[in-house]
């Protein structure tokens, strides 16, 4: 007789030990955000029957919190990018993806979505997903009207534009305000239901089922505060989301997340790559993770310049603002200004969530240095030097593109107070199971193992590098390496069926 203490979210449940099973699928699915939503319509649409347990009572998971921005190029460009002027070639998109990955990139995931991204936003297409053929040229965090392409990376920032030609890519979803990704979480989770997918609602995975060899059969749910065993022909496909939420995970892989006071996310626990750890998947590249201060609109700020506790500057402040923003954690202490002088700052020009606010206000960047305590020619001789260049166009130190270079000498000065400890710094997490490109949980040897997939954020995808982060990536990565993940475990429960028939 199987007892609960004989299985956990680190303990699987041996199969010889399930006293019965409960339901019978072909694909089990954990989770009923973007990468569940993707998996489950795409092992549906091969015929498997599909089962999906999602541990609250409604669909969305963090990509309901999101912009709606997708991550889209190559291909000789989009509707909205060749509308808009832009060619995006295939090998300029892997060339950016591969160094927004940074040193851990995964170059069979880059290769497999740089060549099959347009394909995709067509599928979403198709799912009912509505994207409008506009362009928004402005710097903007995320749109607030119905328009689709924006920037939402460092595409046109050194080093990126000196390796791949620079192209918006940034595809936002239909929809006006601060809910587009709620709206395409919503499309998506009608056609989950619309093709037939049996969703479990309040349904908390603890286990996975295994046998002595260590594949995968199945699952354990808890439905009713009763554990309900589950079979899964072809497999369980993990997309629970990532652990951000989960604060001793968090202190235990990627404490310098810690510092960020916003965790993004629902209920993003950990426990999708806790069960798949259990079952003997490697997690990699834990310690990453997103992070930003929303810090523009408007686009005139990004001509002011950051500068730290020892009055330097650090970085191409034309860089998306993730990316900024994990040079800001990597300096010392937690005293951060952004600097801006009378035509590039204006009072209310940021939103009061954002909580930066004037930290030092004069007549001379010398009155400012004094204001903020720091040591005298510290921060007034880093000004000096950058507008003596960028009078001239220049930025010799962190090759700020020239079209933002303007120098900072129309009094009155503002220091604006980013601090780490006081602004609003959200985070999440990039680090999970390490999969191949199709979804196959690996092992510490990189095998597979049989029976085990992982999708989104329970997986270390495409976006796996705060500082080359661009917004849409997440969700980009989370749909597709869901279709990706789906679309194996049912080729498996066909595969399984045919040599027992």
């Not at 709206?183 to 996975?208: N, Q």
Request: hydrophobic content about 40%; proline content about 5%; overall charge negative.
């Amino acid at each position: 007789m199987t007892r609960p203490a004989d299985y956990s979210l680190s303990h699987p449940c041996l199969l010889s030990r399930v006293p019965r099973f409960d339901f019978e699928t072909d694909v089990a699915v954990v989770g009923f955000g973007a990468a569940g939503s993707c998996a489950a319509i795409e092992a549906r649409g091969t015929g498997a029957r599909v089962m999906l347990f999602e541990v609250t009572s409604g669909s969305g998971g963090a990509a309901a919190l999101s912009g709606g921005e997708i991550y889209v190029g190559g291909g000789g460009g989009s509707l909205q990018q060749r509308t808009a002027g832009f060619e995006d070639r295939t090998e300029d998109f892997h060339s950016y993806l591969m160094m927004a990955g940074g040193p851990n990139a995964d170059a069979a995931k880059v290769r497999l979505y740089a060549d099959n991204a347009l394909a995709h936003l067509d599928w979403l297409i198709a799912q009912g997903v509505e994207f409008k053929n506009s362009y928004i040229a402005e710097r903007v965090m995320e749109p607030l009207t119905d328009d689709c392409l924006v920037w939402t990376g460092s595409e046109e920032a050194w080093p990126f534009s000196a390796q791949a030609r620079p192209a918006p890519r940034g595809h936002t979803v239909r929809r006006e305000g601060w809910s587009a990704g709620k709206y395409l979480m919503d499309t998506l989770a009608a056609r989950v239901h619309a093709v037939g997918v049996d969703v479990r609602f309040d349904a908390r995975a603890i286990a996975l089922v295994v046998d002595e060899r260590g594949a995968v059969h199945g699952l354990v749910v808890r439905i009713d505060n009763e554990p309900r065993f589950v079979r899964a022909r072809g497999g369980v496909v993990l997309c629970a989301g990532g652990f951000i939420m989960n604060r001793d995970m968090v202190k235990r892989h990627a404490p310098a997340l810690l510092r960020s006071d916003h965790p993004i996310g629902t209920v993003d626990d950990g426990s999708g790559i806790r069960l798949g750890m259990s079952a003997g998947g490697a997690s990699i590249n834990m310690m990453e993770g997103f992070v930003t201060v929303p810090w523009y609109p408007p686009g005139s700020l990004v001509k002011g310049i950051f500068v730290n506790e020892l009055g330097q500057r650090f970085i191409n402040e034309d860089c998306y603002h993730g990316r900024v923003s994990q040079f800001i954690l990597d300096q010392p202490g937690n005293r951060i200004w952004l600097l801006q002088d009378h035509e590039t700052y204006a009072p209310g020009l940021l939103h009061e969530t954002a909580r930066i606010g004037i930290g030092a206000a004069g007549e001379s960047w010398e009155e400012i240095e004094r204001e903020l305590q720091l040591p005298e020619d510290t921060l007034s001789a880093t000004v000096a030097f950058y507008n003596r260049h960028a009078s001239r166009g220049e930025d010799p130190l962190f090759h700020k593109a020239k079209k933002w270079l303007k120098p900072l000498d129309k009094p009155p000065f503002v220091a604006l107070d980013c601090r780490v400890d006081h602004a609003q710094y959200s985070s999440f997490t990039l680090g999970g199971l390490d999969t191949l490109p199709t979804g196959e949980v690996l092992t510490e040897g990189r095998e597979a193992i049989a029976g085990l997939y992982a999708a989104g954020r329970n997986a270390c995808g495409l976006p796996r590098w705060g500082k080359g982060y661009s917004s849409g990536l997440s969700i980009a990565d989370c749909t597709f390496s869901g279709r990706q993940a789906g679309r194996q475990a049912a080729r498996a429960a066909r595969e399984g069926s045919a040599r027992t028939s």
